[in-house]
């Protein structure tokens, strides 16, 4: 339920009590973020944007397409090789660098999207209990009747690019060039003037 692309099963006020008591246990049950390692529930955390995420790849060279941070390359010791002898086989993974986009608690390694959003009147049979756990007002992620799962950025554009494919922020994917203002959304793919695909960002 906190992976993206699945949502709270929507609730009115004339849902029956078994489809509510169904969407309440799974909003108020417990998870581990897989990003940052916090406990979460979604009754209180859906919306609030409480984590950061990287909504691109790593390119080649170790960098962010989203953002250009370089990831941490893991350093040799000369003792590793004696200490695995006496110790575990377990390999120590690189440390990871702090995403560039606001998001909400993920199970999942797959990064939310603006599709992931729902509408507060999908939600409306467990909304005065999610408002007492945090009010909305005070929910990063509401905005205009939803609650986003990832905060609205501006668009990161190569250097030297003709088009860029993008996820706008109701989730639809657009297209802009060169001559247009650059909006702000989720890039997913560049391409050069002669139409080959951009791999390095930056």
């Known amino acids: 339920m906190s992976r993206p692309g699945s949502i709270i099963k929507p609730v009115t006020l004339y849902s029956s009590q078994k489809d509510i008591k169904s969407s309440f246990d799974e909003a ?4 581990i973020c897989r990003t940052c ?3 979460f529930n979604l009754l209180e955390s859906m919306g609030t944007l409480g984590c950061f995420q990287h909504p691109g790849y790593i390119q080649d060279d170790g960098r962010w397409s989203c953002c250009g941070q370089r990831i941490h390359s893991m350093r040799w010791l000369p ?3 004696i200490q695995r ?3 575990s086989n377990y390999i ?3 440390t990871t660098v702090r995403g560039c986009q606001a998001c909400d608690h993920n199970t999942s390694d797959r990064p939310y999207t603006h599709k992931d959003q729902q509408t507060i009147s999908s939600l409306s ?4 209990f999610m408002n007492k756990e945090f009010p909305f007002v005070r929910r990063k992620g509401f ?3 939803v609650l986003r799962r990832c905060a609205v950025r501006p668009l990161h554009v190569p250097p030297s690019y003709a088009k860029v494919e993008y996820q706008d922020d109701e989730g639809n994917v657009k297209e802009c060039d060169s001559d247009t203002p ?6 997913l793919r560049a391409y050069t003037t002669d139409g080959r695909p951009i791999d390095n960002w930056w």
């Open 28 to 31: 108020t049950k417990s998870w």
């Open 37 to 39: 390692g916090k406990e």
């Open 79 to 81: 003792s590793r090789d």
């Open 85 to 87: 002898m006496y110790t």
């Open 92 to 94: 120590p993974h690189p």
């Open 125 to 128: 049979a467990i909304l005065p």
């Open 143 to 145: 905005d205009n009747g």
């Open 182 to 187: 650059v909006p702000t959304g989720m890039e």
